[in-house]
């Protein structure tokens, strides 16, 4: 059995938070569980970039049986906007909407959310970002778990695929960088560069 096929098994729904509409794992039952699984798993922190336009992007990557997977999440406020180092507003359709300034207190956490997404990469509890209530391995009805790809797709500016992705982004943005950035992960490999140029069209 494979790491993923192993680890996308397990039910992690006794251990999540729901807030604003989303679910959250909580991160130190996540790293338990997945060194009680595979005892040789680690994890990097890199350092968080900052952009003044596009506010602040947290990375992680983590090492399971000689596989490394690299994660990134932004830091967004409770309605997924981008925090920034300075307080800022925006437009809605109800009127003008503050952003309050990043502290050390969100970059923690949005870091230690990024390093339960990158485990998702490696299976466990990637059905709750793919919107499912069970594990595979406990509901007929639910899908075959999504499979890892043997060999990421290297998105390159200007390529045939870069336009799908754009596309892609500017056509789901509703859904917020977070869960599209789940979503390209899972098939492509993409520079800091250009993750923080898809991480704009989001907010436009």
Known sequence: M???EKLSKINVNDYVEKKD???YLSWAWAWSVTKKECPDASYTIMPTDYDEDLGFMCH???TIEGQTLEM???VMDGKNKSMKKKPYTYSTKYGDKQVEAATTFDINKTIMRCLVKNLAMFGLGIYIYA???L???ESAKAPEPVKAPDVLIELKK???EWDKVVKFVKDNKSQGIAVLGNK???KYSISSELKKELSSLCNQ
Do not use: H, K, Q, Y
Request: net charge negative.
């Open 135 to 137: 594990p595979d391995s």
């Open 131 to 133: 919107g499912e209530d």
């Open 2 to 4: 494979t790491v993923f």
């Open 21 to 23: 509409g989303l679910t």
């Open 60 to 62: 992680t990557s983590v």
């Open 158 to 160: 200007g390529s045939p």
């Open 184 to 186: 390209l992960n899972a």
């Open 72 to 74: 990134w999440l932004p």
